[in-house]
């Protein structure tokens, strides 16, 4: 067996760690840009908005975490397997329950892109397991840096207290985010991988970020849908404004009053 | 999904707020044409004329009622601190503070909140000093006023700061940040202090915070108190809550303001005495579960540890002055698994000679059963330690009672000297003067005096001990390196420690709990065994993926913990017919017939061709001081083509202070020399290097 310690390796640019983050940095400032993730940001997060994307984080995670499981022998998987630390499915569970209840398995609603998402994830644990990685990091290496900042803001934003809600955000079987992330590079970084493997890897984290921004944006336009739906389009600025200008002037509401008063009276004296 | 009218008193967000409005407007609309058909279905004329007049007259005015009655308006800004929102958007902070008769205001930068939560408990806290505080957003006050703060009698800026990516203001201090830039306002007269939140792995570390608290002073204001540092990758949460603790003593000494101006201390927990209780229902040193200790159930964490028992426990070092201990814990049938680089966690016992004393000093019989109950109803905290227990538990189990207490204690149990004097001094010792920071240096931090020794040397200070139990923190559990690895030791977990034992310059004798406690859980032939209450907290310390990967461990003293598990398991690896790659340990001691730890293991290590390379520093052994950087640099030709060319993996574990920093000069010392790297260069590589987990590093202070 050739060892390893004969082989000449370049200072910088040759570990899957940094070249999976320069080939992905385009894709993840664009998911950052996405209306779902800007609202997020700046606070703007209600709770249907939240429980609809835990929807999809359920059926995401779902979908990875058993394929990782069922290929944890697998040489491309092992060393970046860390179930312990990191599998997200049971606090996803929690945290549906707490927001739908004990039946919430029925009220789980995703759009098709999740549908996407969770064939493609099934798809590579089927077929190219090797490409679970890129998956993963993906996920999990987002959820321990701006995910866990995430976290807090939606802990504010629906002004919950303590856990309940957020378990999704916490790790409780990670000390420091910082230093795992650091040991989960390394892990990356000592997967064998063929030159042709490392390019396909390196592609299917690109289509991982597209898969999740095609989900933020679907959810947007499923969340944009149903406040239609309520007769009141959060982007329709005519009918805030007119809402607005009538709950803040006291004139037009009493000329409407009278207005309503005249017309009521009249149609009643009309119809006899 | 689902609109439901049960949300509209809990409506946070405008926009919801209003799809509830406009959905109930809806449903008006339904029951108003429900008015109108069913008047026309009226066949006879029951009705005359004028009754449909006036029925018409009250239907319009129900309408107009029920469209346009005052909704209550959903709280919108979830930013106001809630006791405090005058209508009238109000620019400048200080006609503010003076309508509403405050005179502390607490800033906040902040991104997640978490800065803006810590200024409103700040401002709860000033509640309790006889303070009226608000919190503010700077974004929304004209900073420019600060220099007016003086105007307001006892008056204070405190400045929660939050720093983000390299070293920037949050969003909402931007502009204030720039302000302080820019200006050259005089500060004269503005009492201020300034509490940091940042992370270590940054590294511009809390650069707004410190930048804030210099500016501020630069400008000619006053610090009331020391800049706070929090640090959010060990623990933001405890970081604020010491400082704090600390800051409001220092604070009511500047003001010259008594706590709550009443004879009692604010008090957080009253006292419930249980004279008839049943032994069975009382703590008596568990940390979660009532009987967790007699039944043991897996899974076993830090409220549920397993009690190990001690199957080995022997000296180390063979001279010196020093004891350093091999012990090994017993963890048969618990479940409990490990990896060689994790941490064991054991909860220490106070040493019961000073419980029993401390006992004797206040007059009090320890063995009373007690509560202590938290008089806020609403707090989560019900009890400082697990209640109901006995003084006696509490101080052997649960309390800190070794350490130098901090300001708040000594500020705290002053109102209960009877001596002016001392109490002045316990005072002074709290406030941020500078005699009373002396003071305080001197006499308490220098002269390594704890609770019980300031009992002593205060003869007119006489606390009730259930103050004195609210007051002291909670006694942590202490954490250790793993010494052995699961492949070869599956049911057996190692620990290497040194006790810490000195004389202090008040010739008192200061003793580690921990390491004393564990010292003397010695394992005696036919004797019952001693246990250990522990738990495994995982760690990201760990051997290389690939067996075949080389790694340069580097752990002086007690430092060599982790690596004995290491080397273990690369030895287990080459049992198992793995190709092993190159294992080199760097070591340190001070004598080599004295505390070379583990010697005859290393070197049978070394003879079997596991241990590849074995390099010691002796440090006192010759005139000059000899270190583990010392060999490195020694062999740096063979650890750069190790490091550049082989993707060894470099661990270091041990002293913080001095010796990893010492280390990572040798480093890049060798990356310029061998490598041709400048220094800047050197830097980014071995930043790099830990990015990509091959630079680990395990170290305490």
Redesign the interface.
């Known amino acids: 067996?050739d060892?390893?310690?004969s082989?000449?390796?370049e200072?910088?640019g040759s570990?899957l760690?940094?070249q999976i983050k320069a080939a992905t940095k385009d894709s993840h400032v664009r998911a950052e840009n996405t209306q779902l993730m800007l609202s997020y940001q700046k606070g703007?997060i209600?709770p249907?908005q939240y429980k609809?994307l835990l929807c999809s984080l359920y059926e995401i995670y779902q979908a990875l975490e058993e394929e990782l499981d069922r290929n944890a022998a697998h040489p491309a998987v092992?060393?970046v397997y860390f179930p312990?630390?990191l599998a997200r499915l049971e606090s996803l569970e929690l945290d549906l329950e707490h927001f739908f209840g004990p039946h919430w398995r029925k009220r789980v609603?995703v759009p098709a892109a999740t549908h996407r998402y969770t064939q493609r994830l099934r798809e590579i644990g089927r077929n190219r397991p090797d490409l679970l990685v890129a998956h993963a990091y993906t996920r999990y290496l987002g959820d321990l840096s701006g995910g866990q900042?995430l976290g807090?803001?939606t802990?504010?934003?629906?002004?919950l207290s303590?856990n309940k809600g957020v378990l999704f955000f916490s790790f409780p079987?990670v000390?420091?985010p910082?230093?795992?992330k650091?040991?989960?590079?390394?892990?990356m970084?000592?997967i064998e991988l063929t030159e042709q493997q490392r390019r396909d890897v390196l592609d299917e984290a690109t289509t991982a970020f597209e898969l999740n921004i095609e989900v933020f944006d679907d959810l947007q336009k499923m969340l944009s849908i149903?406040?239609e739906a309520?007769?009141?389009k959060?982007n329709d600025a005519t009918s805030?404004t007119l809402?607005k200008t009538?709950?803040s002037s006291p004139v037009l509401?009493f000329a409407?009053?009278?207005g309503?008063?005249?017309?009521?009276?009249?149609?009643?004296?009309y119809?006899? | 999904?689902e609109?439901h009218s049960s949300k509209w008193p809990?409506i946070?967000?405008g926009?919801?707020g209003?799809?509830i409005?406009?959905?109930n407007?809806?449903k008006m609309e339904d029951g108003e044409s429900q008015l109108?058909s069913d008047?026309?279905q009226t066949p006879e004329?029951l009705?005359g004329?004028l009754d449909?007049?006036i029925?018409?007259?009250i239907?319009?005015?129900l309408?107009?009622?029920f469209?346009?009655r005052k909704?209550t308006e959903p709280v919108l800004d979830?930013k106001t601190f809630p006791a405090v929102s005058p209508p009238i958007p109000e620019t400048s902070f200080i006609e503010k503070m003076k309508k509403t008769n405050r005179n502390v205001v607490v800033f906040y930068g902040s991104?997640?909140?978490?800065a803006e939560e810590f200024a409103n408990r700040l401002v709860k806290d000033a509640h309790r000093y006889g303070m009226k505080g608000m919190a503010a957003d700077p974004e929304e006050y004209d900073m420019s006023e600060l220099s007016r703060l003086k105007e307001i009698p006892n008056s204070m800026a405190v400045f929660c700061m939050a720093t983000y990516g390299e070293g920037d203001p949050t969003d909402n201090a931007q502009e204030f940040y720039d302000w302080m830039q820019g200006t050259d306002d005089d500060l004269e007269g503005v009492n201020f202090a300034v509490f940091g939140l940042g992370n270590k792995?940054y590294e511009h570390f809390n650069a707004t915070g410190k930048y804030t608290d210099k500016r501020l002073a630069e400008l000619g204001g006053k610090r009331v108190f020391d800049l706070g540092l929090g640090d959010d990758?060990s623990n933001l949460e405890e970081d604020f809550i010491s400082w704090k603790e600390q800051f409001w003593p220092a604070v009511c000494e500047f003001f010259g303001v008594e706590a709550t101006g009443e004879d009692s201390s604010i008090r957080q927990f009253e006292l419930v005495v249980h004279n008839d209780i049943n032994m069975n229902q009382v703590y008596t040193g568990e940390m979660g579960r009532l009987k967790s200790f007699q039944t043991q159930k897996p899974p076993f964490d830090s409220k549920n540890p397993f009690l190990a028992p001690v199957s080995v426990n022997r000296k180390l070092n063979k001279g010196g002055n020093r004891h350093l201990m091999h012990i090994e814990l017993d963890i048969m049938d618990s479940k409990i698994r490990y990896d060689a680089g994790d941490h064991v966690a054991v909860y220490p016992i106070n040493d019961a000679v000073v419980v029993n004393r401390i006992g004797e000093r206040l007059g009090v019989d320890l063995d009373t059963a007690i509560s202590l109950r938290n008089l806020d109803e609403e707090s989560?905290k019900k009890h400082p330690f697990p209640c109901p227990t006995t003084y006696r538990t509490a101080l052997s189990h649960y309390l800190d009672i070794n350490n130098k207490p901090r300001k708040n204690v000594l500020y705290d149990l002053a109102q209960y000297a009877s001596d002016p004097q001392e109490q002045e001094n316990m005072r002074k010792m709290a406030s941020a003067s500078p005699e009373g920071k002396a003071l305080y240096q001197s006499w308490v931090l220098d002269s390594e005096r704890n609770i019980l020794a300031i009992l002593e040397d205060l003869p007119s200070l006489n606390p009730p001990i259930d103050h004195l139990c609210e007051l002291l923190p909670r006694l942590q559990a202490r954490y250790y390196s793993i010494a052995s690895s699961s492949k070869v030791h599956p049911n057996s977990i190692h620990i290497c420690a040194v006790v810490i034992e000195y004389t202090t310059e008040t010739g008192r004798v200061y003793k580690g709990v921990a390491t004393n406690w564990l010292k003397n859980k010695e394992v005696t032939e036919n004797g019952h065994k001693h246990t250990v209450p522990m738990y495994v907290?995982?760690?990201?310390f760990?051997l290389?993926?690939?067996p075949?990967?080389?790694v340069i461990m580097i752990g002086p003293g007690t430092g060599i913990a982790p690596f004995m598990g290491f080397i273990q398991e690369r030895a287990w690896q080459k049992e198992q017919g793995k190709?092993v790659?190159?294992t080199i340990l760097y070591f340190g001691c001070r004598h080599k017939n004295e505390d070379f730890l583990y010697q005859q293991e290393l070197e049978e290590f070394e003879r079997a061709g596991v241990l590849t390379q074995l390099n010691v520093a002796f440090s006192r052994d010759q005139e000059h001081k000899i270190y583990v950087q010392h060999l490195l640099k020694k062999n740096k030709e063979q650890l750069w083509k190790l490091i550049?060319?082989?993707?060894a993996?470099i661990y270091v574990c041990g002293d913080a202070r001095n010796m990893a920093r010492d280390v990572h000069t040798a480093f890049y010392e060798i990356a310029e020399e061998v490598g041709g790297l400048t220094h800047t260069q050197a830097v980014d590589?071995f930043k790099?290097l830990?990015?990509?987990?091959?630079y680990?590093q395990d170290v305490w202070s």
């Open positions: 067996m060892s390893m310690q082989k000449p390796r200072a910088t570990d760690s940094e703007q209600t249907t609809l092992q060393p312990q630390e609603t900042v807090k803001i802990q504010k934003s629906l002004g303590g079987g000390t420091s910082n230093r795992f650091q040991l989960y590079r390394s892990r970084n000592s149903t406040e309520s007769s009141e959060g805030k809402s009538f709950s509401q409407l009053g009278v309503i008063t005249l017309a009521t009276v009249g149609m009643g004296v119809a006899f | 999904m609109l809990s946070q967000n926009k919801s209003r799809h409005c406009s959905l407007y809806v109108l008047e026309g004329p009705l004329s449909i007049f029925f018409s007259l239907a319009g005015l309408i107009y009622w469209l346009f909704k979830f991104q997640t909140g978490t792995t990758d989560n907290r995982r760690s990201q760990r290389p993926f690939k075949s990967n080389p190709d790659g190159e550049h060319s082989n993707n993996h590589y790099k830990m990015t990509k987990g091959r680990s």
